[in-house]
Structure formats: C-alpha cells, structure tokens
C-alpha cells in the first residue's frame, strides 16, 4: 500500500487523542496569532514564527482547508471574521477525532473552553484528565497536614469521579530528577511558600503522595517530557530521570508526552519497561520533519506502546495540523515497513487501540 492510500486508510479510523488542552476565545494579533504556533511566550521570538518551515506549510494547508487565498494573511482575516465557537468546531470535526483526554490544568479555569465544552465542539466523547500540580496548589492554603491529605483524596478518588488519568508537569517546575521525598524539608517550604508550587521538596512529596495514593487501582500518569516553554530546563525534561518511580510503582502505566529531543531516551523506556508508553503530542505539529520523529519512536519501541494525541491548546488549528501530519507521518513509515494489511492494522492500533488499552475509556 503506498502512503497516500495508506493515509486515506487511516483518516476513516476515529483517533483517541488522549493529551489536549482547551481552546481561548480572544482576538489576537497577528504576531499572537504566530505565538500560538510555537512554544515562545515572547512577543520578540513571534515575527520571526513566520519564517519557520512548519509554520508556513501550516498557513497553506489551513487555507487549503479553509478555502480562502493561500498565505497567513487571508488565514489570518478568516480567522478574525468567524465566529469563534463554528470556526473551532469546524476544525475540530475535521480532526478525525472520536474521543478526547482534557488536561484539566491549562488553560486556568476561566481562561479558555472547559473539556466539557471541548467535547460539545468536536462532538465526540470527552474525559478530563488530573492535573497533580493544579491539584495541589488548590489546597496550599491550609496547614500542611491538611494539604498532604487533600492531595492523596483528589487523587484516590480521581476514577470515581471520571477521571481518565493523571498528570504531572514537574519537569517544568523543577524537573524529572525527582529524589526521595523529605517531609521535614517539604512542610519548611510549606510554611515560605506562596501560591505557586514551585519548591523542589514540596513538589516531589506531592508527587510521590499522589503515585501512592493512585497504586492501589492506579490510573495512567501522563508526565511532560522535553520541550515546552521557556519555563523549563530541558535536561532536566529528559524522562530517563523517571528510572526510579517507574520501577517502584510498576502497576502504574507511566505515559509519557511530547518527547522531542529525547524521542529516543522514550523510545528506550518503552521498550524495557511494560508500564512506560510514550507520545508525540506536541512534537507533531511543531517540528517539519513529523516522520522522522516516528521512525526514531519505533526504533525500538513496540508499536503497541505509541499513543497518537496533539496536545493541541489554545488555538483550535493545532487539532487539525496534527491530525493530519500525525497520520501523513505514519502512513509514510508504516507503509514503507509493512505489508498493506499489517500497515493499517498498525496504524489503527497507534490512534485509538493502543489508547483503549492504556486508559479507563469503557
């Protein structure tokens, strides 16, 4: 099977995107409109988004899409002139989605689409997923005693109250190099802090209390892994730092986002650990080579440990561009390694079965 009629194959498999943000309804600028297609919250880095190669090649499929005049200006003024919430589902809908993971702890609440409403505009099913972080900082107000405990009752009752997964993004406040928890050097960081988690020991005995709280029926934890914003350093977002946890909580799947550069350092994890699986949400859309980052994923991963999502946010043309580029780059390397037959079985299982396995989705 060649790769276009491989990919054809592909777009009639409804994807679960199990890693995703909602979407802001604003009017931006035009250079905000660039910043949305990067990792850059500086407003310098944002002209120059529009001399990026994947940038450019996303202005010409949206007007393709959209059907006005090619270049980001017409985009651009299409986006203005709509109305938000029938140009958001419209791209959603062309997505190829049949069911969504909502990441409950961006955007903040009041800031963009809730994943309820995310749901009603791709029309497809919906679950939140538990952002430990988000959690925790709801409940620094109290004593410390009061806020391991709230920490550890989010979390174990997390599947009761529909819960798909969890969620850490410890390696943006102060890494993946999570070390043994200290008490006594959490509850003093406890008492200086403010409302932001952010002291190293605090975080880690969060973490920890809520990887014991979920083992005794545990959900997935999704951990952001590489790149991001600025706001991390990103050798300390290489998801080899996560030996120790997933060796100690070996029931708990580890899934694990985004990867990029360190695609191969997940590929590795998956490959020798049963409980780790990985992504390239985020990774696709942004870099403008998305086949070479599934060729490096299945290096030596199994393919039964890839999981497709966006991790779209903010902006609803992410949904669509990863969409497609995810399902361009697997039918390009699967199509080239496989049998036709074997091929779209695989690239079925990456979408959505793999996803199934992983996740309570019923």
């Not at 791709?122 to 920490?151: Q, S, T, Y």
């Not at 990985?278 to 999981?307: C, N, W, Y």
Request: proline share 7%; glycine share 8%.
């Amino acid at each position: 099977m060649n790769a276009g009629t491989l990919a054809d194959a592909l777009w009639g498999i409804p994807a679960v995107d199990h890693h995703a943000h909602g979407v802001v309804a604003f009017e931006p600028t035009l250079d905000e409109f660039r910043g949305m297609f990067s990792e850059s919250p500086d407003p310098a880095q944002w002209p120059h988004i529009a001399t990026g190669l994947t940038y450019r090649r996303a202005m010409a499929e949206l007007a393709q899409f959209l059907g006005c005049e090619p270049g980001e200006e017409a985009v651009y003024a299409h986006r203005l002139a709509a109305d938000f919430d029938e140009y958001s589902a419209g791209l959603l809908r062309a997505s190829g989605t049949g069911l969504l993971l909502i990441d409950d702890g961006y955007p903040a609440v009041g800031e963009g689409y809730d994943w309820r409403r995310m749901g009603e505009l791709a029309d497809c099913p919906v679950r939140p997923v538990m952002r430990i972080e988000r959690v925790a900082e709801e409940a620094l107000g109290g004593g410390f005693d009061e806020f391991r405990e709230r920490v550890r009752a989010e979390v174990s009752s997390a599947r009761a109250r529909g819960f798909a997964g969890l969620k850490t993004i410890a390696a943006y406040r102060t890494g993946l190099d999570v070390g043994a928890a200290d008490v006594d050097a959490a509850r003093a960081a406890f008492r200086a802090g403010g409302p932001r988690l952010s002291a190293k020991p605090l975080l880690e005995l969060a973490l920890w209390d809520a990887l014991e709280a979920n083992a005794a029926d545990p959900l997935p934890l999704q951990v952001h892994c590489g790149f991001g914003d600025s706001d991390l350093l990103l050798p300390r977002a290489d998801p080899t730092w996560l030996k120790p946890a997933i060796e100690r909580y070996r029931s708990t799947p580890f899934v694990l986002l985004h990867c990029y550069p360190f695609v191969r350092e997940a590929g590795w994890l998956a490959h020798v650990y049963g409980n780790v699986f990985f992504d390239l949400s985020l990774t696709i859309p942004h870099v403008s080579r998305p086949a070479e980052m599934v060729r490096q994923a299945l290096e030596l991963a199994p393919a039964s440990k890839l999981l497709y999502a966006s991790d779209a946010a903010r902006t609803p043309e992410l949904y669509l561009l990863a969409a497609r580029w995810w399902r361009t780059a697997l039918a390009e390397v699967l199509g080239a390694e496989f049998p036709a037959a074997d091929a779209e079985r695989v690239g079925s299982m990456i979408l959505r079965e793999n996803a199934h396995a992983v996740y309570p989705l019923g």
